[in-house]
């Protein structure tokens, strides 16, 4: 069966967004615009399966939606709200709970990375949390998810609760008119030189939002100085920059920097060592922090002037929520249909 094309994505408001999310997510929903119908959350439920202190997360809720908007994302052809003001997210949670497995989630690494040994302690919803996010992507039977790499086993999981849902489910799909599958298997969007910004200190580790240095980022809002530190104390190492890919190999921290030349630049690492191939690192770094200032400084500005009007921000998620729910009320209305739920 054939069905809409719909971009999904989400971003989590908790605080300190990074080159990452920008490069790995933002960027690419910003792209997506002008091919598709697209659907930009900020996954405020999701924010609480570790603990948020409540007025911060209704202002990191502004601030990613802030960040949407600076970025280039229309809200008005498109659609921008926050997770929590759409009821059909939770409701499908629940269905999905019950189709998952448990040892599908008991595979899931990113759960078992942050909890570490943790695991009695920490909330029920970290480890369900990608139940949830396979409801946000299906309560809009979306076909395009557009993710960084670490959110890759999320979406294939979605992948495998759609198909199971449309299997175990398929004679009554059939008897209420949907042919033979309800879900689409959506597909994850993960592109370009920069699908896995790895920290400024160690190109081993992940740029995260949670690493207590943050000189192992750069956040949306640095400004230009923070920038310029950060990029000058990253961590490289003594050889000159090589002129071929392939010479990046054994290199993560080079690596890292010529991918993120990349990305901002809007070209290929191959272009940017055809540029540098031979380049000191110092030469190199004064290129990036240029180019970083140039492409993250307007952006960061947007973000602190919009946070300040948290009624217009608030008037955004508001209208989005309404466009949103009316997309999501319709697919719980024939998924309750087909589950065998009684309903007004
Ligand atoms: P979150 O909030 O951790 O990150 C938002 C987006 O940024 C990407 N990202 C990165 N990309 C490249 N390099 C990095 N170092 C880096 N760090 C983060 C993430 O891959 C993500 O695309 N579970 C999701 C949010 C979510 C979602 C969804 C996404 C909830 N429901 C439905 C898509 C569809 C998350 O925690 O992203």
């Not at 009695?120 to 949390?129: A, C, R």
């Not at 608030?314 to 999501?328: K, Q, T, Y």
């Amino acid at each position: 069966m054939a069905f809409k094309e719909r971009v999904f994505s989400g971003v989590q408001p908790t605080g300190n967004l990074h080159l990452g999310n920008y490069l790995g997510a933002i960027t690419k929903f910003v792209a997506l615009q002008d091919q598709y119908d697209c659907i930009y959350c900020v996954v405020d439920m999701h924010a609480i399966t570790v603990w948020q202190d409540p007025a911060e997360l209704m202002h990191a809720t502004r601030e990613v939606t802030a960040a949407y908007l600076a970025c280039g994302i229309d809200p008005t052809k498109h659609i921008v709200f926050n997770q929590s003001q759409v009821a059909g997210h939770a409701e499908l949670a629940w269905i999905c709970n019950c189709v998952a497995r448990l040892g599908w989630l008991n595979r899931m690494t990113q759960f078992k990375e942050k909890v570490g040994k943790d695991r009695e302690n920490v909330s029920v919803g970290l480890y369900d949390y990608p139940a949830l996010m396979a409801a946000d992507i299906l309560v809009y039977r979306a076909t395009h998810v557009p993710v960084g790499e670490d959110q890759k086993q999320h979406v294939e999981l979605t992948r495998d609760i759609a198909t199971k849902f449309n299997n175990d489910f398929g004679a009554s799909i059939a008897a209420h008119g949907y042919g033979d599958a309800f879900f689409p298997l959506p597909e994850p969007l993960i592109q370009g030189p920069a699908t896995r910004v790895m920290s400024l200190r160690d190109g081993a580790k992940k740029m995260s939002k949670s690493d207590p240095s943050d000189y192992s980022r750069i956040n949306l809002t640095d400004d230009a100085d923070a920038i310029a530190q950060k990029v000058r104390k990253a961590k490289t190492d003594p050889e000159p920059l090589p002129s071929e890919e392939k010479g990046l190999e054994t290199r993560p921290e080079a690596d890292n920097l010529v991918g993120i030349y990349a990305a901002l630049n809007n070209t290929s690492k191959a272009t940017v060592l055809g540029e540098f191939g031979g380049a000191q690192f110092s030469t190199f770094k004064s290129a990036l922090v240029d180019l970083s200032v140039a492409k993250l400084g307007p952006i960061g500005a947007e973000m602190k002037k919009l946070v300040k009007d948290p009624v217009y921000i608030d008037g955004i998620l508001a209208d989005g929520s309404e466009r949103a729910n009316a997309i999501a009320a319709e697919t719980m209305k024939a998924v309750k249909d087909i589950v065998g739920f009684v309903r007004r």
